[in-house]
């Protein structure tokens, strides 16, 4: 069963009796500090994975398991805490784990390497420090650990649950020779584990200045000051936008891997309870409806200590209810949003309470459409006053021998493009992950045998709208040595949903030799697809859902779009009924408005659905064009 971590503050007083200047340079020291340790680990880091892509993240906890910063998700130091005494800690200890079923939900598949850090003082723990990013590989089935068609967690590579990697700062030399061994990059992964290890380590001594300097009790009421603060003001800025009542709303990942596409339905009943609810006032999330587990690798552990990573992994997107663009940069995400949200699990066995040892290696398939389901369910809610959809992680790469006979493995994180929103057009090709990002030409050129011969937008991906859907990437890479492409991608059949009458985005694509003799698309789940040498591989990127109504987009933002090369004068037409005059090559583009307003006037409206899924969805669903909840 999972284990229970009752939340609750550290001081009697909840922090209230914290000095406000005290409160503010201990929240900008841990800002510093969680900074300085990512800092520290992409510049001693190796793999392209961490040093290049970014794909990690770290975190700052207090001696009650509570997240204190606010910058990014992290993982959990539950399971570290539930398997060691805290009391038992000593200076220089490290801790590891990457087993899925024992991270108590921090942990969404084995590629994802935990390391976690006790900071002291006064001869206890007061303290974390923590690190966990996306590595190459841990062994498994395929390189690179996230084999496509796995049917259980055993074919996805190494399982290590917590163990005490160094020991009082002596290294667990077994251990590290063990993971090493099961790796097939052995030599990166040794560099990014003694480069996280390094890293939380020092962050824990910085720590450990902040409490030696103002003193164990100052330091923590501060610490209860700052998750009260969080909670206060998500009760004030943002459950008070929320009326009271309930919503309901699905969406739906298309794969598997295993067993052919269909709809593996993702559903949350979103209750906002009234302040004098004997509960409290919160927001209750049901996953009831959520489909079985499936026998691919789409499964997340969600259900684990009362789903609190699943929390803060959701709670940023409340920040889209914020007054401002510029406020909603400024609310923090730490464990002060924990009360203010119930989650409800159904029975063990669907895709959020997968039972071991069922595979999770693609939980992004879950885990990021939950995001949307959520966004979703927000905007049935608010009338709309929410992003459309957005799909911004997949993992692309190729893998072979090089010219001198060595085996290398790329992996690339692209992002995609974000959600229209009711102010302003989604963001182009973005991350989920702060600060992570594609790989630099110079980078993979020199040292993989491929040439990129290009990389920019993908053209029309962004979903039509008032205000228009972020552009995907298009990246070309030209193999000079056979080599396998592999893909772990969602979003290629049913799109990036638009709300409020906005279109939906253009799915993920990837074309190998397009134009060719041999062109033809590879599925977006494929571990070892053959490339030749002198092949080109065509990567297209998900474009963000529009929003609103694309006939009431301003022309001149349309002609601007044109010539930015992010519509094509084709969709301006069809997507936005914008007749264009002039010619785009001689710089005098620009729109007919009367025949314009004539073309926007003799379009039929577009139905009661207040979601537009696009044209996959009917694939899958036997032709209906739209769910049943999809109306308002």
């Not at 005290?22 to 994975?49: D, F, W």
């Not at 990166?188 to 003193?215: H, I, P, Q, T």
Request: glycine share 10%; with cysteine.
């Amino acid at each position: 069963m999972p284990t229970q971590f009752p939340f609750g503050p550290l001081t009697s007083d909840n922090g209230a009796a914290a000095d406000p200047v005290l409160v503010e340079i201990v929240q900008g020291s841990l800002a510093s500090v969680e900074a300085e340790v990512e800092t520290a680990i992409a510049r001693t880091s190796r793999s392209p994975m961490i040093r290049d892509a970014h794909d990690f993240r770290a975190g700052i906890h207090d001696r009650l398991l509570r997240k204190l910063t606010g910058r990014s998700y992290s993982a959990l130091v539950h399971p570290v805490a539930r398997d060691f005494p805290i009391e038992s800690m000593r200076p220089g200890d490290v801790f590891f784990h990457n087993d899925v079923y024992r991270s108590e939900g921090g942990i969404g598949h084995l590629p994802d390497l935990c390391v976690t850090v006790p900071v002291f003082a006064d001869d206890r723990v007061v303290a974390f420090v923590q690190a966990f990013g996306h590595h190459d590989d841990i062994g498994g089935a395929v390189p690179g650990s996230m084999p496509s068609s796995a049917t259980t967690v055993f074919e996805e590579g190494l399982m290590v649950p917590p163990i005490r990697l160094w020991d009082a700062g002596v290294p667990n030399r077994a251990a590290l020779a063990i993971m090493t061994r099961n790796s097939r990059m052995p030599e990166s992964l040794a560099a990014d584990l003694d480069a996280e290890c390094s890293a939380c380590l020092m962050g824990s001594r910085r720590l450990g200045e902040l409490f030696e300097r103002y003193g164990v009790d100052a330091v923590e009421g501060c610490f209860d000051a700052i998750i009260d603060r969080t909670t206060t003001t998500y009760r004030r800025e943002i459950l008070a936008k929320i009326p009271v009542g309930s919503w309901v709303w699905e969406d739906y990942a298309e794969h598997d891997g295993v067993d052919e596409p269909r709809l593996h339905t993702q559903r949350i009943t979103l209750t906002r309870t009234a302040a004098d609810d004997p509960d409290g006032e919160r927001l209750v999330l049901d996953f009831d409806g959520t489909g079985p587990q499936a026998r691919g690798p789409i499964n997340h552990c969600g259900d684990y200590s009362d789903g609190v990573f699943l929390k803060k992994w959701l709670a940023p997107i409340l920040r889209n209810l914020a007054d401002s663009p510029e406020r909603m940069a400024e609310l923090d995400v730490n464990e002060g949003v924990v009360p203010l949200i119930e989650l409800r699990f159904p029975e063990p066995g669907t895709l959020l309470t997968p039972v071991f040892p069922a595979p999770t290696n693609a939980r992004t398939f879950v885990i990021l459409r939950l995001l949307g389901v959520l966004a979703g369910v927000l905007a049935k809610a608010v009338d709309g006053r929410m992003p459309a959809d957005q799909e911004t992680i997949r993992y692309t790469g190729v893998y072979g021998d090089d010219a001198a006979g060595r085996p290398y493995l790329m992996r690339e994180v692209l992002g995609g493009g974000s959600g229209g929103r009711y102010y302003a057009d989604g963001e182009d090709t973005i991350h989920v992950v702060p600060d992570s990002r594609n790989l630099p030409t110079e980078f993979t050129e020199a040292r993989f045998p491929f040439r990129v011969e290009s990389l920019g937008l993908a053209i029309d991906s962004g979903g039509a709208g008032e205000f228009r859907g972020g552009l995907g990437y298009e990246k070309q890479i030209r193999m000079l040595r056979d080599a396998h492409f592999m893909s772990i991608a969602d979003r290629s059949i049913l799109a990036c949903w638009g709300v409020r009458g906005g279109l939906a985005g253009t799915p993920f694509r990837v074309t190998i030799d397009p134009g060719g003799p041999h062109e033809r698309e590879v599925d977006a789940l494929a571990d070892a697809e053959p490339v030749r040498a002198g092949e080109v591989i065509r990567i297209r990127t998900t474009g963000g859902g529009g929003w609103g109504d694309p006939l009431a987009r301003d022309p001149v933002s349309v002609v601007r779009d044109v010539v930015w090369r992010k519509v094509s004068p084709a969709a301006a037409l069809a997507a936005y009924g914008v007749v264009l005059t002039g010619d785009l090559d001689t710089d005098d583009l620009s729109f007919d408005a009367a025949a314009t307003a004539a073309e926007r006037a003799s379009r039929p409206g577009r139905g009661d659905a207040f979601f537009d899924r696009g044209p996959g969805y009917a694939r899958l669903s036997g032709g209906a064009e739209h769910a049943d909840v999809d109306v308002v």
